[in-house]
């Protein structure tokens, strides 16, 4: 083959990626997540399609079963939708109440069964005032585990 | 072209120091971010990484006109050099990235718009690089290969505004945030100042392998017209 057409063939496979790209994930990639609210608001549209909800974590909702590796939490936004999130899976380090999360799965009823939990970390960064001990804290915490 | 050779040098070294300096400043200095703890230090490589990469990409998006303008060789010249680098930091950017990301969010890879358009712009010079090995005419080379930089820096504004845009998993500008029309970085002096000069250093490290890119271009370029008299 000559190194011509080579090259041809290699610039045609990566505009294709980039429209491919373009198409399927302009419509995903605008939304990447929507708010319970919204969810709410037509449950019928929602019902058994693979979503993402983004949310903060409520507080004093997070039940997390350390057996059955299992953690329910209720997420909201604005503080007055509520959606009830079931996963079974492992809770992310940074998973605490009061954070944000994006969780992937499917309305079952008026519960959310995820299959994927992302965290989504704000861009606020903040350092204890008392560097020494969240310094110790923080590496006795992962002798810990 | 004694005195670029020195520049260079200089560059060189400001980089290895500069580099050194803020990875011991950052790791046996600072104090750790409250939620994220460790994981955090990444962004000293990511942030700076990303700067430079925009930075590459706009001197593309500049020299790119420049030739189109001017038909001036040079200009070309640093434009590739610029790419190749450019091409270099956001292949690094994607990769510390999806680290951070496997520690922080739970996952390598999202497809949500900041880090796909970012994918797309590292595709786009992808292709730029196959569009210039395509084209035997030097000139037609360097006429093509400018207006897909053009086209391609165009990428740059919407991988930096997409974060405000649309939904995205990536949180908002730490560094470019703006309150009540003032600029006001959200996080405190002592993480923020090592940032700035990890920033800078980057940079330099940038101009760097821009020059001596540029200087190796020259060479060759010089070098394969010295063979074609040789061989007419």
């Known amino acids: 083959m000559k190194t011509r057409t080579k090259f041809v063939i290699g610039g045609a496979v990566i505009f294709a990626v980039i429209a491919a790209l373009s198409v399927q994930g302009l419509q ?7 708010t319970p609210a919204e969810v709410l608001a037509s449950p019928d549209e929602f019902e058994n399609k693979t979503i993402r909800i983004g949310a ?8 997390w079963d350390a057996q059955a590796i299992e953690l329910s939490f209720k997420i909201t936004e604005d503080s007055k939708n509520f959606i009830p999130v079931f996963y079974a899976g492992v809770k992310p380090d940074l998973f605490r109440e009061g954070q944000g999360v994006v969780v992937e799965g499917k309305m079952k009823g008026q519960r959310f069964v995820a299959g994927q939990l992302l965290v989504k970390h704000s861009e606020e960064y903040t350092v204890e005032t008392d560097h020494k001990k969240s310094k110790e804290d923080y590496y006795r915490s992962i002798q810990a585990q | 072209m004694a005195s670029m050779k020195k520049i260079i040098l200089y560059l060189e070294w400001g980089s290895i120091l500069g580099l050194l300096a803020c990875g011991l ?5 600072l104090p750790l971010e409250s939620s994220q703890g460790f994981p955090q230090k990444i962004m000293y490589l990511h942030v700076p990484t990303f700067l430079s990469t925009y930075l590459a990409f706009f001197v593309v998006f500049t020299f790119s006109i420049a030739y189109l303008w001017k038909r001036e060789l040079v200009f070309d010249q640093i434009a590739k ?3 190749e680098v450019g091409l270099v930091f956001c292949a690094l950017l994607l990769a510390t990235g999806a680290i951070w990301g496997r520690t922080t969010w ?4 999202v497809w949500d718009a900041r880090l796909t358009t970012t994918l797309l712009l590292f595709l786009i010079f992808m292709g730029y690089f ?16 400018s207006v897909l930089g053009i086209i391609g820096c165009l990428d740059i504004p919407i991988i930096h505004k997409s974060v405000q845009w649309w939904r995205t998993l990536h949180q908002p500008s730490t560094l470019f945030k703006v309150e009540s029309g003032a600029a006001k970085p959200s996080m405190p002096p002592e993480l923020l100042y090592p940032l700035i000069a990890s920033a800078v250093v980057m940079l330099v490290f940038y ?5 001596l890119r540029l200087q190796t271009e020259k ?3 010089t070098l394969n017209q010295l063979l074609a008299e040789i061989q007419n």
């Open chain 2, 130 to 145: 196959l569009l210039r090995m395509s084209v035997n005419d030097r000139d037609k080379e360097a006429r093509l290969a």
């Open chain 2, 106 to 109: 739970g996952t390598y890879w």
């Open chain 2, 25 to 29: 400043w950052v790791f046996l200095k």
């Open chain 1, 56 to 63: 903060l974590v409520q507080k004093d909702s997070v039940e």
């Open chain 2, 81 to 83: 050099a610029s790419a």
């Open chain 2, 219 to 221: 060479r060759r370029e």
């Open chain 2, 207 to 211: 101009l760097y392998l821009l020059l």
């Open chain 1, 28 to 34: 995903e990639m605008t939304v990447f997540f929507y």
